[in-house]
């Protein structure tokens, strides 16, 4: 596992998040690394490819939807002859409403939004615009928002102003990161940059890469599926 904040803690390159390409797991989480000797968390970025050849994949995505799915729950360690307990939340996608060859799916048990977890590694959030779009015949599109992160030394203001999106990832020696994301018909945009920190604010709208599986359930299921209202 590679360290640094801003590095893939698989392959150790540098991670842009892009919805549908990469993701942070936060610290916060408690993903359980079970697969390591010292039996400590996963925390930090990844990029799906990496993840998708991962020899600890399945392992992972245990964990990752027992996070996911369920309600939170205790787990306890031995350290040096003492128990231990700390307290692994849940994000309460607990309905699940697709069972596929390449996914399945599941509805916040409280929200309307959507998590499209496939076996090959990969995850998609989605929320009721999305689902829309879907039923309509149309791609499943992340709107973009904001994502900050600490680019390497040696970046200027002027680069980061010049350059688009498939340059900035050759520019991070990334690309091969991303396969096909040029065809989500990304939209990049640089919010803040200051060289002297580092530190950009970007967004990247774009339209996710969902299974096919995942793309014909759900422009049926969006048809009929009843929205969660609550009472005055």
């Keep these: ?28 989480t408690l993903l359980h690394a079970e697969w390591q000797e010292d039996e400590t968390f996963f925390d ?18 245990t964990e990752f939807r ?24 849940g994000f309460h996608y607990n309905q699940q ?5 390449d996914c399945d799916i599941f509805r916040h048990t409280s929200t309307d939004t959507w ?14 615009a999305q689902l829309d779009a ?12 904001g994502h900050r992160t600490k ?8 680069e980061v102003a010049r350059m688009d999106l498939p340059e900035l990832l050759e520019r991070l020696g990334t690309t091969e990161h991303y396969p096909g994301l040029q065809d989500g018909s990304p939209e990049y945009e640089v919010w803040n940059y200051d060289d002297t920190h580092r530190i950009l604010e970007y967004s ?3 339209d996710l890469p969902l299974p096919e599986e995942a793309v014909e359930f759900l422009a049926d299921y969006a048809r009929t599926y009843e929205p969660i209202v609550y009472e005055d």
């Excluded at 698989?10 to 549908?20: N, P, S, V």
């Excluded at 680019?151 to 002027?158: E, F």
Aim: proline share 5%; with cysteine.
């Design 204 to 206: 990247v709208a774009v």
């Design 134 to 145: 879907l039923a309509n015949g149309r791609a499943a599109r992340f709107p973009g928002g």
């Design 115 to 128: 998590l499209v977890l496939t076996h090959q590694g990969p995850w998609y959030r989605l929320g009721a």
């Design 66 to 89: 027992q996070i996911e799915t369920g309600y939170g729950r205790v787990l306890s360690f031995e350290i040096e002859g003492t128990i231990h307990q700390v307290k692994q939340p």
């Design 1 to 28: 596992m590679a360290g640094g904040l801003q590095s893939c803690q698989i392959c150790g390159d540098f991670t842009l998040q892009i919805d549908g390409w990469s993701d942070l797991i936060p610290n916060y």
């Design 44 to 61: 930090g970025m990844l990029h799906f490819s990496c993840l998708s050849g991962w020899e600890h994949r399945d392992a992972f995505l």
């Design 151 to 158: 680019l390497p030394p040696g970046i200027s203001n002027a």
């Design 97 to 101: 409403i697709h069972q596929g060859r």
